[in-house]
């Protein structure tokens, strides 16, 4: 039995270092930024659709206008046990039966994830189920936090947190710094590099500033050294002027083909040289 076989009797499979399979995806900005409205354009996506939205915030109105209804659903979650019940139990019961049609999940919103996490710590200090200390409510919105980003990842389908937007100023330059909303500085150094994409999405200049309804008026920005961002892979545009998911996904697969194509052709060189 090769070494394939093994893999594939135990689950596990081989892939190549630029293989485009899934993406993990880390969106944020200000409220009213269109945060909602590009992940509900995942919908949109042959490749990113159907899309589950783990809904915490109750503000779902943006999915039901700019999403394709047929293709994206929600669920919504107001308490721990609620999320640890879908994300521990639910999804991975429901992905072993080959019974979950999703592409892509969606979190709405990771700041009020971690807050639903603080307050069910919070709660349980002072029922007196934990000890009070209060370094540990800290240590646990990063941890459950990441545990759930991780089981999330590990399922095989594409992943969308969306975040609201922070900003901090630099005590000895002065120049500020935008980054998505943590709650404890663990979070804020630890959680964005678990993703391929960290992009902040912000309104730019129009006719109109006040138009939720034009994307035009958005872009996304993937690389800047005043914002907390990251490109999923080298030549994927710096920004991205009225994204939707439909262009991400594009500009994805043209920078990974282009990578590949280069790669090639240096094997090529190489291989004629020798």
Not at 14 to 33: D, H, R, W
Not at 84 to 111: C, H, N, W
Not at 161 to 177: K, P
Not at 246 to 274: F, M, S, W, Y
Request: proline share 5%.
């Amino acid at each position: 039995m090769g070494f394939e076989d093994l893999l594939r009797k135990r689950g596990l499979r081989v892939g190549q270092p630029t293989e485009l399979t899934t993406t993990s995806m880390l969106i944020y900005g200000e409220s009213g930024a269109g945060k909602s409205t590009l992940a509900a354009s995942a919908s949109k996506c042959d490749d990113l659709a159907p899309v589950l939205v783990v809904d915490t915030e109750r503000h779902t109105i943006a999915y039901g206008e700019h999403a394709d209804s047929e293709r994206l659903d929600i669920v919504s979650v107001d308490t721990w046990p609620q999320l640890v019940a879908l994300v521990s139990k639910v999804i991975p019961e429901a992905v072993r039966q080959g019974e979950f049609p999703y592409k892509t999940v969606v979190v709405d919103t990771m700041d009020r994830l971690q807050e639903i996490i603080l307050n069910d710590e919070k709660a349980a200090q002072a029922d007196g189920s934990k000890p009070r200390d209060g370094f540990a409510a800290w240590n646990r919105v990063y941890e459950d936090l990441t545990r759930v980003l991780e089981r999330l990842q590990q399922l095989g389908v594409n992943v969308i947190f969306l975040a609201h937007a922070d900003r901090t100023e630099n005590q000895i330059s002065g120049a500020e710094r935008v980054s998505p909303k943590f709650f404890g500085r663990q979070s804020v150094s630890m959680i964005p590099p678990k993703f391929d994409l960290v992009g902040y999405l912000k309104r730019v200049g129009g006719q109109d500033a006040d138009d939720d309804t034009d994307p035009h008026l958005r872009a996304l920005v993937t690389s800047h050294p005043d914002a907390e961002t990251k490109a999923p892979v080298s030549g994927f545009p710096p920004i991205l002027m009225a994204p939707t998911m439909e262009v991400i996904n594009q500009q994805l697969r043209a920078a990974v083909k282009t990578n590949n194509t280069d790669t090639d052709t240096n094997n090529t060189d190489t291989d004629t040289n020798n």
